[in-house]
């Protein structure tokens, strides 16, 4: 109850009057209520993402993370000083990626086991352990880029070498001769200077500069590795 | 005031009981007339510092060495103190190494005592690779000359290739280093290298062998010529490197020690030639240019076999 309180008044005095003087003169014979809503638009909006990436469906999850993957394959392929692929990274695509090479280098059969091309574990393991060690390697030389950013980058700049696998693949079809053998020595050599190029675009700045070449080796010998696998893949 | 000057002389006395803390061989004069800022003068021995500036000088060195202490081996910067190398220092420790000069020790001469690990390790990998892929390309080339022979890529070259080397290059010094300790253990003078810096001599020698991707040229004496010089450099280098060490010793242990170590050199020189290097067909009577200029299907007339693709 808001009673008023009388304000004295002071007829003889020639100071100015307070803002809103006059306030203190009303008088409330009843309580208001004071309620209601108050919304705030970014609230609900975080409030709803939330609950939709639980209640969505399977689909629109699946999608989601494809067009991520997807997104950073158009990077990889034109690749710009950029860092969307140091950002927000994901190892969707290079699992994806070392599964599918493994697959294409696998023989359908091999007359004997030691004397065939590398088999599924040994290309998965030289991948993963190959970006691993790169990425430490890079590490303990002082570069201040993280751990999985790192092989992030190194796997998803194994997309142009996949897709000399599959053009490989199907030159492969055609009948073995110089000119095939020509063909795919090409293409072999132009996607390997594409994954370095990519993988140096992002990987470089990220070490100091009287070291750069240190860090950069052994990216070249990695991506040199994973191209001869694909030139001498032979099928029989 | 005569509170004023009890507080100059507690400060004075403060002063000199600090200096005095801190080099006991002092001791103090006191200048009969007070300064204004009452210092106190402090005489000290020629084995102490003069004045405050040493005082901060050796505060400097001593956390100077707590710096300089190692951190310890869980933490990743005990790791990352193996690979402060720049470009230009391993390119330098690499040149090092493939021109072994006799009164250059190369671990003084260019490691100066400050071994890393980012040489030894790229430069074992490499050499596993470019010892499985030259011998895959050496079957190749001997294929194109006999069609019998079945290529394949022999994958299984790579992690055999790797296991030598690395083996190699990291047990052998641990050896090495190991009797060189076991030798010096009694005399205290000039210790004999460190673990890392004898691996780092042993992974800066095996460079030398990179270049033998020439082995490819398929001329027999041209191929042992090429394996003797890689050999030789390699050899020298450490023989060089060790010969300070052991030239204290008797002469029958330095020269055992050196000729083993030569030996092992030598056996992984030739091991490697011989397990990965296909021995070309000796039949072949065309030139290699020649042979290899023709596609595998049309065959000169003097082999007898045929093709069977």
């Known amino acids: 109850m808001a009673e008023a309180a009388e304000s004295p008044g002071d007829p003889g005095t020639a100071t100015p009057r307070p803002l809103f003087a006059g306030l203190s003169d009303i008088s409330i014979s009843q309580d208001i209520p004071v309620e209601g809503e108050i919304t705030i638009p970014m609230r609900s909006r975080v409030r709803e993402f939330d609950s939709s990436t639980l209640n969505e469906s399977v689909q629109n999850t699946i999608m989601r993370d494809l067009k991520a993957v997807g997104k950073k394959f158009m990077h990889v392929l034109y690749p710009r000083k950029s860092n969307t692929l140091l950002r927000d990274w994901d190892l969707w695509g290079p699992l994806i990626l070392c599964v599918t090479l493994a697959l294409m280098l696998q023989r359908g059969s091999v007359d004997s086991e030691k004397d065939g091309g590398p088999q599924f574990a040994e290309v998965f393991v030289i991948v993963w352990f190959g970006a691993v060690t790169i990425t430490l390697n890079s590490k303990l030389l002082g570069g201040n880029i993280s751990f999985f950013q790192s092989l992030c980058v190194l796997g998803y700049c194994i997309l142009p070498l996949t897709v000399a696998m599959l053009v490989c693949r199907l030159v492969l079809l055609a009948e073995l001769g110089p000119i095939n053998f020509m063909v795919r020595f090409f293409v072999v050599i132009v996607m390997f200077a594409w994954s370095i190029v990519a993988s140096t675009a992002f990987l470089a700045d990220s070490q100091p500069p009287n070291r750069k070449a240190l860090a950069v080796y052994p990216v070249f010998l990695f991506y040199f590795v994973i191209s001869w696998m694909i030139l001498t893949f032979t099928p029989q | ?309």
Request: net charge negative; glycine share 6%.
């Open chain 2, 1 to 309: 005031m005569a509170a004023a000057d009890e507080l100059a002389f507690h400060a004075e006395f403060e002063e000199a009981t600090n200096l005095l803390a801190q080099t006991p061989d002092a001791a103090i004069t006191r200048s009969d007339q007070l300064t204004p800022q009452g210092h106190v003068a402090v005489v000290m021995d020629s084995g102490g510092s003069y004045g405050a500036d040493d005082e901060v000088e050796s505060d400097k060195a001593a956390l100077l060495q707590e710096e300089k202490q190692q951190p310890g081996f869980w933490t990743f910067g005990y790791y990352q103190s193996f690979f402060d190398v720049d470009t230009s220092q391993v390119l330098d420790r690499i040149k090092g190494s493939l021109l072994p000069r006799p009164g250059h020790n190369f671990v003084r001469h260019h490691l100066r005592n400050r071994p890393d690990l980012y040489g030894p390790f790229w430069i074992c990998a490499t050499l596993a690779f470019v010892l499985a892929i030259t011998g895959n390309l050496t079957l190749v080339l001997a294929q194109r000359r006999d069609p019998s022979i079945h290529y394949s890529p022999q994958f299984h070259k790579v992690t055999v290739a790797g296991i030598t080397i690395y083996c190699y290059a990291w047990l052998v010094p641990l050896a090495l280093w190991g009797f060189l300790r076991w030798r010096r253990g009694v005399r205290e003078r000039v210790g004999p290298y460190t673990f890392l810096e004898t691996v780092c001599v042993y992974g800066y020698s095996l460079f030398v062998f990179i270049p033998t991707v020439l082995w490819l040229i398929p001329v027999p004496w041209l191929q042992w010529l090429f394996g003797a010089l890689a050999l030789a450099l390699s050899a020298a280098g450490l023989v060089f490197t060790l010969w300070p060490v052991v030239r204290e010793d008797t002469r029958l242990a330095a020269t055992v020690l050196l000729s083993t170590v030569v030996l092992l050199h030598t056996l992984l020189a030739m091991g490697c030639k011989f397990y990965f290097f296909q021995p070309l067909p000796l039949e072949h009577v065309a030139p290699p240019h020649q042979a290899m200029s023709q596609p595998p299907n049309t065959l000169p007339p003097t082999l007898p076999r045929s093709m069977a693709t």
